[in-house]
């Protein structure tokens, strides 16, 4: 008979998560990442199977939380204040004490999504959903007059994604605070249909 677990499955992946983005993958040992998770070798074997495993189950996690906390953080605002509240966090996370830590979902698709087919599937379909939560609300801005109706929503949505994506690299290359919020007001600037 198998024995149950004794642990909290989706906590331990947070902390799972939490040692991959500290460290990265390849960096971060099976020791240090059974400590980090705070179980013993047997459970994780018998719970995740791999290394790879609890890799990916992380990564996922991360990238669903993640999503419904950019929903909850921007939660009653008009769709430009959502955009906007949206960039201002990512600039709060880049220049705060663990902006050089960048983002887990881009850390992995700078890391391992070239040579990890199942990466980077999980770093495509992250990158995707983002793509589509920027797309409706813009438009919704369309629909209620903030947004010009003329701007093609999911292309607007990509350059936007591409100013997270170098908010978030920036901050890990050590840029200052200043250079950041540059890229948060180009990215504002795609919006108003210049």
Known sequence: MPRETQFDIDETLQRAGEAFWAEGYEATSMSALLKSMGI????????????????LRALEQYSTSRLQELREFVGGKSSLEAIREHFEMIYEECVGPSGFRGCLIFNCALERAHT???AQAIVKRAVARHEALLAGWIREGQANGEIPASLD???????????VVGMRVYSRSGADPQAVRTLLEQAMCLLDGA
């Open 40 to 55: 013993q070798k047997g459970s994780f074997y018998n719970t995740y199977g791999s290394k790879h495993e609890v890799y």
């Open 116 to 118: 990890d087919r199942e």
């Open 153 to 163: 929503a999911a292309s607007k949505a990509k350059g936007l994604m591409a100013f």
